[in-house]
């Protein structure tokens, strides 16, 4: 079964408006999650490390204060887009770091955000 | 910067089909090779990886060496089924702890019966 699970799969909302993407760790507590973005027929890019308990981590190019991550718990990492605008519309996709599992990742299966 | 170029799809092939994905590197220092699939409505899976130069990694009969002389990590099946139909990334990274995955585009393969 799943070891991640992400939700919404789908979302659309309109422009202005704030969408959160909850990603939940299923089998194993996780102290270090991530969160991807996927532009059609473009890579999956890394925008952030969230880190239990701590803020997280931006990669360069990523505006923290549009991308906010909360991780609250070892079981939950959330994604809020606030004030989404149509170029905001992607695939975002979490993963968890397998600690005592050889390092593995485990992804989520995506939220497709859709700003009109 | 670190980057990974692997084959555009999409791409389809009938059942028992000899599969090969292309992918290709760059990169700062030796990174390890990863591919990735994800099937339909589902997340990433790790479908095999390699550490270093000449490894092959194999899983569920798929194929892929490490070829540090031409930066590729090609993925390769013999014959393919309608099941392996799905999404497939080639992926590396530079970090220990196997995270900070630098992904290609994907490529999305249908196999018809």
């Known amino acids: 079964g799943a070891v991640v699970s992400q939700h919404p799969s789908r979302v659309i909302c309109k422009s202005g408006t704030s969408v959160k993407i909850e990603c939940r760790s299923l089998?194993?507590?996780?102290?270090?999650m991530f969160w991807y973005r996927q532009f059609p027929k473009q890579s999956l890019m890394l925008m952030a490390t969230s880190n239990e308990g701590s803020k997280a981590t931006y990669e360069q190019g990523v505006e923290k204060d549009k991308f906010l991550i909360n991780h609250a718990s070892l079981t939950l990492s959330t994604l809020t887009v606030t004030s989404a605008h149509p170029e905001d519309s992607s695939f975002y996709i979490c993963?968890?770091?397998?600690?005592?599992?050889?390092?593995?990742?485990?992804f989520g299966e995506g939220s497709r955000l859709t700003v009109l | 910067g670190d980057s990974v170029t692997q084959m555009e799809g999409p791409v389809t092939l009938s059942e028992e089909a000899f599969l090969t994905i292309n992918c290709t590197y760059t990169?700062?220092?030796?990174?390890?090779l990863f591919w990735y699939v994800q099937y339909p409505g589902e997340g990433l899976q790790l479908l095999l990886k390699a550490t270093k130069a000449d490894d092959k990694g194999s899983n569920k009969g798929f194929e892929a060496t490490y070829r540090k002389e031409t930066t590729s990590f090609h993925l390769e099946k013999g014959s393919v089924q309608v099941s392996d139909s799905a999404v497939y990334f080639c992926?590396?990274?530079?970090?220990?702890?196997?995270?900070?995955?630098?992904f290609g585009t994907g490529t999305r393969l249908t196999i018809i019966p």
């Open positions: 992926a590396l990274t530079l970090s220990f702890g196997n995270e900070k995955l630098t």
């Open positions: 089998d194993f507590q996780a102290t270090t």
């Open positions: 990169a700062t220092g030796y990174p390890s």
């Open positions: 993963s968890v770091l397998g600690t005592g599992r050889g390092g593995e990742l485990f």
